[in-house]
């Protein structure tokens, strides 16, 4: 069963969109090491590293489902932010964004009666409830300590020890 066009504009929308994300979190993670704080790069880093496997791994879909992919300019991405919890403030928003979009990304393939494209984007549903769930501990933790002295110190060695690891390949 061939694409329809609905779904795949949809889902090149989601596309740019994640390859957005990735330059989103890899401007964080250079603010955060150019501000001394090199686990919590690391950590954004990871976050640059996820987006582009999510961007892949639609791509791969659509190309399988006989789809055409099309890549748009990325555009501007902030670059300045007051400090670690500021940052992962507008993570939290930005993940909520990314929830909605591909909420409606479902919607418009269940409006298309298209089973497998469904079936395939509840990986990301999943997804961004766990992405959400983890910046939100995120936050409530650098609350906890006002994000300074030894808890932000401790946050920072802990972010260092975070690995990529492609969960779209599980």
């Known amino acids: 069963m061939a694409l329809n066009k609905n ?3 949809i889902l ?45 791994k639609m791509q791969y879909f659509v190309n399988e489902r006989g789809g055409r992919v ?10 300045e932010w007051d400090g670690v919890l500021n940052i992962y ?17 479902v919607n418009v393939a269940m409006d298309a009666r298209d089973h497998a494209t469904v079936n395939f984007l509840q ?24 994000c300074q002295g030894q808890g932000l110190y401790m946050m920072d060695k802990e972010f260092k020890a975070r690995v990529f690891v492609d969960a779209t390949k599980a």
């Not at 403030?89 to 990304?105: A, D, F, M, P, R």
């Open 123 to 146: 990986w990301f549903v999943d997804e961004q409830v766990e992405e959400e769930a983890t910046v939100g501990e995120i936050i409530d933790q650098l609350k906890m300590f006002n």
């Open 7 to 9: 779904v795949e504009a």
């Open 12 to 56: 090149n929308n989601q596309i740019n969109k994640e390859f957005w994300s990735a330059y989103f979190y890899l401007s964080m993670s250079n603010y955060l090491n150019a501000n001394g704080m090199p686990g919590f790069a690391n950590w954004m880093h990871v976050q640059f590293q996820e987006e582009i496997s999510h961007a892949l």
């Open 89 to 105: 403030e507008e993570t939290l928003k930005h993940e909520e964004t990314v929830t909605g979009l591909i909420n409606e990304c």
């Open 70 to 79: 099309i890549l748009e300019p990325i555009t501007e991405v902030p670059s």
